[in-house]
T-cell receptor
Framework: SQQGEEDPQALSIQEGENATMNCSYK?????LQWYRQNSGRGLVHLIL?????REKHSGRLRVTLDTSKKSSSLLITASRAADTASYFC?????????FGTGTRLQVFP | DAMVIQNPRYQVTQFGKPVTLSCSQT?????MYWYQQKSSQAPKLLFH???????NEADTPDNFQSRRPNTSFCFLDIRSPGLGDAAMYLC??????????FGPGTRLLVL
């Protein structure tokens, strides 16, 4: 079964609002990654957080990791219409990634 | 620009007719991956190469094969496509244990 489960499955917000997506996983990890996928396109790597890190920032993105709860969250601040995409968390060790179910984010102008 | 390239972007094939999808990279990464992604689902790893070593996922059907003739190229062969094989096929590359970089994908339609 898939390692990560994400919620919500779908999220619709207005431009300028913040978007929060959550990911839960089942087994211990070395790191957790977040990817974005625009419709019909490949995946783009956003950010990687290691198991010994609790929070990481990259531009408008903020990722948290709680290994005791086996969960992570991705926060996109001040969202833009261009942020419309599906977002996947992925866990894995060395060469094997297992993706979560994804959150479809729609940002309305 | 260094990148992962997939050809073709769209592929239409007939039920049972063999098809080959292509992936090339200019990143000089030693690991190359093939994923299958069905509509509204997460990508699912089919197999990967670490250099010339082939690693097949346990639940990848025998219908799916792969070749990696050199560092830059990797092919996905579907020997007898069925309707259930219609999907987006994603190629990715990485250095071992590091971030994976994805190509734009090939959307396969089986008639």
């Amino acid at each position: 079964s898939q390692q990560g489960e994400e919620d919500p499955q779908a999220l619709s917000i207005q431009e300028g609002e913040n978007a929060t997506m959550n990911c839960s996983y089942k087994t211990s990890i070395n790191n957790l990654q977040w990817y974005r996928q625009n419709s019909g396109r490949g995946l783009v790597h956003l950010i990687l957080i290691r198991s010994n890190e609790r929070e990481k920032h990259s531009g408008r993105l903020r990722v948290t990791l709680d290994t005791s709860k086996k969960s992570s969250s991705l926060l996109i601040t001040a969202s833009r219409a261009a942020d419309t995409a599906s977002y996947f968390c992925a866990t894995g060790n060395t060469d094997k990634l297992i993706f979560g179910t994804g959150t479809r984010l729609q940002v309305f102008p | 620009d260094a990148m992962v390239i997939q050809n073709p972007r769209y592929q239409v094939t007939q039920f049972g007719k063999p098809v080959t999808l292509s992936c090339s990279q200019t990143l000089n990464h030693n690991v190359m991956y093939w994923y299958q992604q069905k509509s509204s689902q997460a990508p699912k790893l089919l197999f990967h190469y670490y250099d010339k070593d082939f690693n097949n996922e346990a639940d990848t059907p025998d219908n799916f094969q792969s070749r990696r003739p050199n560092t830059s190229f990797c092919f996905l062969d579907i020997r007898s496509p069925g309707l259930g094989d219609a999907a987006m096929y994603l190629c990715a590359t990485s250095r071992l244990g590091e971030t994976q970089y994805f190509g734009p994908g090939t959307r396969l339609l089986v008639l």
